[in-house]
Nanobody, 121 residues
Framework: QVHLVESGGGLVQTGGSLRLSCVVS????????WGWFRQAPGKEREFVAY????????AYASSVKGRFTISRDNTENTVYLQMNNLKPEDTAKYYC??????????????WGQGTQVTVSE
């Protein structure tokens, strides 16, 4: 059993920043990747970023590259998403996920409940 809990979402103005956190508990495999997805109203869930638990190798969606940074603290089993220069199009519910790399909506095995990020103009 693996449980993921996100936090850190909220309302921010365009150009602002937020830091999301995801605490992972349970039986966690060292070969897994941890990552973030998001879903806006009327849109499909899309990949944002992932990081390999062991190596720290990262991957980003082109829409967030250069603005978002994913990181992890293996000792605390926590994944972070630092979101800078936020845009209204970043508004979505953000979900933490875990599974085998490369992490996608189909390879992710476990999901959090999500945290809402709203960027105002």
């Amino acid at each position: 059993q693996v449980h993921l809990v996100e936090s850190g979402g909220g309302l921010v103005q365009t150009g602002g920043s937020l830091r999301l956190s995801c605490v992972v508990s349970g039986r966690i495999l060292s070969s897994w990747a941890w990552g973030w997805f998001r879903q806006a109203p009327g849109k499909e869930r899309e990949f944002v970023a992932y990081i390999r638990k062991s190596s720290g190798t990262t991957a980003y969606a082109s829409s967030v590259k250069g603005r978002f940074t994913i990181s992890r603290d293996n000792t605390e089993n926590t994944v972070y998403l630092q979101m800078n220069n936020l845009k209204p199009e970043d508004t979505a519910k953000y979900y933490c996920a875990a599974g085998f790399a490369p992490l996608t909506s189909t390879t992710a095995r476990y999901w959090g409940q999500g945290t809402q990020v709203t960027v105002s103009e």
